[in-house]
Nanobody, 127 residues
Framework: QVQLLESGGDSVQAGESLTLSCAAS????????MGWSRQVPGKGREGVAA???????YYTDTVKGRFTISKDDAKNTLYLQMNSLKPEDTAMYFC?????????????????????WGRGTQVTVSS
């Protein structure tokens, strides 16, 4: 069982930055493939960024050049650095883990096989 706990969500102005963190349990964190997704009320969950067990990263087009996903294996923590935030980035952000990474690179940000999800952290961007 892997537990994921997101933090760092906040209310900010457009153009500002935030860093989200996701603390994970488990002794094999370095082997996990992980990602960030977001969801607004009334819409489906959208993959935002993902990182595989070799450090390759994937981003949805709307955040490329603004968001950066990273992992610190020593701290069992996943990050999402978000710069130049826009009102349309407003959403609940969730981190997720795929513990065996099967076919992870085939799907990029649109991963259908995450095994574990966190409860989310809210990001609100005002214009």
């Amino acid at each position: 069982q892997v537990q994921l706990l997101e933090s760092g969500g906040d209310s900010v102005q457009a153009g500002e930055s935030l860093t989200l963190s996701c603390a994970a349990s488990g002794s094999t964190f370095s082997e996990y493939c992980m990602g960030w997704s977001r969801q607004v009320p009334g819409k489906g969950r959208e993959g935002v960024a993902a990182i595989d067990d070799e450090g390759r990263t994937y981003y949805t087009d709307t955040v490329k050049g603004r968001f950066t996903i990273s992992k610190d294996d020593a701290k069992n923590t996943l990050y999402l650095q978000m710069n130049s935030l826009k009102p349309e980035d407003t959403a609940m952000y969730f981190c997720a883990a795929d513990v065996d990474c099967a076919y992870f690179s085939d799907y990029g940000v649109d991963q259908p096989n995450y095994d574990y999800w966190g409860r989310g952290t809210q990001v609100t961007v005002s214009s």
